[in-house]
């Protein structure tokens, strides 16, 4: 059974940091892409960052370009998110998702597998 599961969110002040994990089982990582996405309340969920954990291509959006970075490590099988210059902004539960294919489409419909989400919280 293909699981992903999300920590490392919390509390934390404008200007902080935080570093979500992303720990995946039932499928091997080499496999597939791996992207984080944000939802706020009130908002469309918004898509982020994404790895391909295949060649170690990233992606990023202009949201966060310069601020975040996704890394993963294949033999945890665990993507990270690190989050500097964190703004009240970017206050929203986060989520992992499994591509389909090992590489970032671009495409949220390419997703076939989400964690339940991690609350992050900015105060400013």
């Known amino acids: 059974e293909v699981q992903l599961v999300e920590s490392g969110g919390g509390l934390v002040q404008a200007g902080g940091s935080l570093r979500l994990s992303c720990a995946g089982s039932?499928?091997?990582?080499?496999?597939?892409?791996i992207g984080w996405f944000r939802q706020a309340p009130g908002k469309e969920r918004e898509g982020l960052s994404c790895?391909?954990?295949?060649?170690?291509?990233?992606y990023y959006s202009d949201s966060v370009k310069g601020r975040f970075t996704i890394s993963s490590d294949n033999a945890k099988n665990t993507v990270y998110l690190q989050m500097n210059s964190l703004k009240h902004e970017d206050t929203a539960v986060y989520y992992c998702?499994?591509?389909?294919?090992?590489?970032?489409?671009?495409?949220?419909?390419?997703?076939?597998?989400w964690g339940q989400g991690t609350q992050v919280t900015v105060t400013s």
């Open positions: 998702a499994r591509e389909q294919f090992a590489y970032c489409s671009g495409h949220e419909y390419d997703y076939d597998y």
């Open positions: 039932g499928f091997t990582s080499d496999d597939y892409a």
């Open positions: 790895i391909s954990n295949s060649d170690g291509t990233t």
